[in-house]
């Protein structure tokens, strides 16, 4: 770490830790029940057009307001993921059929709520021989002909390090591109089984290198990381050519999930968001209910 970064470390770690046998959160955290007649109608397009959104399949704590104001992250390529991560709370196990209809339907949804910025992720896929990357290039075009004044943020897995199932991403030429590194080095494996650290940072910066998107990654807090583990994880992510970077505090999905070891104030993360912005990334969002496509629309200018 640089020494003027260091130098800028004036406040003390605040993190509230909270024993694995509580499970009341801190005040800071308040999740607003969805309601509104815009949520509403897009629940209706999900449902009627039987589109898969991260914001149901990852329990989401924004959905509420992001639904109310006619905004939501599409998931593609089902809703059944090939990966058993610790903190996710995406289904796991065997998945479909690819339906070839979904790109139509998803462009198709995003044209009938007038949406001017679309953020579209995916579960990872890697019993496909492609690991699915022909469709998310489908999908992006799909959307782009039936939206053309639309821009597009694609979260996307690791595709295994692949540079060719990458290339076909970067072909369809997203405004932004993301994919996330979820945690510190130190608790990588656990958190993410199949992934890896460093193979993800070199998706990150062989798609900054091969392409002039902004690149975008987000992690998650209250693992059990360590103040420096998480100012590493933003160099190293820096250094990556990272432009966007989100961090947010992880809530157990269930009791099977990782557990949550703290809970991260508001003071902590402002104060992440500080050093973010010393580092040089274009946009930190940085809370406890922030999550990867939270307030995307901002990033893309």
């Known amino acids: 770490m640089s020494d003027s970064i260091k130098s800028s470390l004036i406040y003390p770690d605040e993190r509230e830790v909270v024993e694995k046998s509580v499970i009341k959160k801190p005040r800071w955290i308040r999740v607003k029940l969805p309601t509104g007649k815009n949520y509403r109608n897009l629940r209706g ?5 039987h589109l898969h959104t991260i914001c149901q399949s990852g329990s989401c704590p924004n959905m509420g307001e992001c639904w109310g ?3 939501a992250t599409f998931m593609i390529l089902g809703n059944i993921c090939t990966r058993s991560c610790g903190f996710c709370a995406v289904k796991t196990g065997r998945p479909k059929k690819l339906d070839w209809e979904e790109p139509e339907k998803v462009a198709r949804s995003i044209k009938l709520m007038k949406i001017k910025h679309a953020v579209i992720t995916s ?9 699915g990357s022909l469709f998310w290039a489908e999908t992006i075009q799909t959307v782009r002909r039936i ?7 694609t979260l996307i897995p690791d595709f295994q390090g692949q540079s060719r199932f990458l290339d076909r991403i970067l072909q369809v030429r997203p405004e932004v591109i993301s994919h996330n590194m979820e945690t510190v080095r130190r608790l990588s494996r ?3 089984i199949q992934a890896k650290y460093d193979r993800s940072l070199e998706v990150l910066s062989y798609l900054k290198k091969s392409n002039q998107a902004r690149t975008k990654s987000g992690i998650m807090l209250g693992l059990g ?9 933003m160099e190293d992510l ?6 966007i970077i989100t961090i947010g505090q992880y809530l157990q999905p269930t009791q099977k999930h990782l557990t949550v070891k703290d809970f991260i104030t508001p003071k902590q993360f402002r104060k992440y968001e500080s050093i973010g912005l010393k580092m040089g990334f274009l946009y930190v969002e940085s809370g406890a209910l922030v999550r990867s496509s939270y307030h995307a629309d901002r990033h893309v200018c």
Not at 45 to 49: A, R
Not at 147 to 153: F, K, L, R, S, V
């Open 69 to 71: 104001n006619g905004v």
């Open 123 to 131: 579960v990872d896929r890697d019993d496909l021989k492609d690991m």
């Open 225 to 233: 990381e360590s103040e420096a583990e998480v100012f590493e994880t």
């Open 147 to 153: 939206n053309p004044e639309t821009t597009i943020e």
């Open 238 to 243: 820096k250094n990556a050519g990272v432009d």
């Open 190 to 192: 656990e958190v993410r």
């Open 45 to 49: 397009l999900v449902d009627k057009y």
